[in-house]
């Protein structure tokens, strides 16, 4: 006869918080991370490298990290990506449904438990090209803020932008460019909290490769000229903050919605219509943080 003793379950440590949790649990306890990184991990048998994708909310990050998602497991940029379970196609899956239908995807919900979290293999496609376990949540605009304003109020991004290899920072070039403080001040506040949490020295820049991607650049087309450029002139906090801080910075330019449209929802109410994708600049900053860890 079997005991409870033999049937047990072995505990489990988290890949993000390292919280102890019965072998059994879905989601962490304390940072409600799933569970399900952690034994994909442990069949990998190599330490994950994590890659954020942070910004404010509304700036575009769900539909952002689909669609580099999809990209690569298109092997678009002669990539080869793998998601390790089942649950690493969800945001992708959601994100290009809802822009087939010609709806933007509903926004990330604040609680933590309901985020979608990549977990990727990824490789070039070359001889003896070194394979990059990627975990990648998509978490939310409005819980991230409330992180920045006061750490640790959600653990669990405290704890993974803490244990985050390279980031990619994302920030709404459309409304900079039209001389809107928001972004510019935001994204100080954000890359203030990056320099807090990579903890690095005082006088020495942080390592860690952060790429700044200015979203919706279809709306300022000269972001596609000279990113760098435009950074310095409509974002001018974030520019000195980088110059100061960073020491592996780049600038990148982005848009995915190709053509846009203008409807009403059931209450009447005017709401965007995507009416197709045109995604350009989406795996660029990606492939840069890459050649970065290389």
Known sequence: MTTATET??????CLICEHENPGEAVLCAHCYAPMALIHDAIRQNREPC????????NVGKTVYLGFLLDMLSKRAGDFEAVPKGAYSI???????????SRMFPPKTPSEADQWHWAYYQVARRRKNARWFDLVMPDMAGEALAAEVEAPTTHAVIQNLLGKTAGCLVLIDAAAASLGAAQPDLF?????????QMFASKRG??????????????????????????????????????CESRFANVQYFAASIIGSLGFGTDDEGNVVPVPLHAAPRGILEP????LSCLE
Not at 187 to 195: E, I
Not at 208 to 226: G, H, T
């Open 187 to 195: 994204g100080l506040k954000l890359m203030t909290y990056l320099d």
């Open 204 to 241: 020495e820049k942080i390592c860690n490769p952060v790429a700044v991607v200015l979203c919706k650049a279809d709306y300022c087309p000269q972001c596609f000229d000279d990113p760098r450029v435009f950074a310095e002139t409509n974002l001018n906090r974030v520019w000195n903050i």
């Open 90 to 100: 969800n945001l992708q899956q959601m994100v290009v449904g809802h822009l087939q």
């Open 50 to 57: 994590i890659i954020s994708v942070v910004g404010d909310s």
């Open 286 to 289: 990606f492939e840069w943080i």
């Open 8 to 13: 047990a379950i072995d505990p489990a440590y």
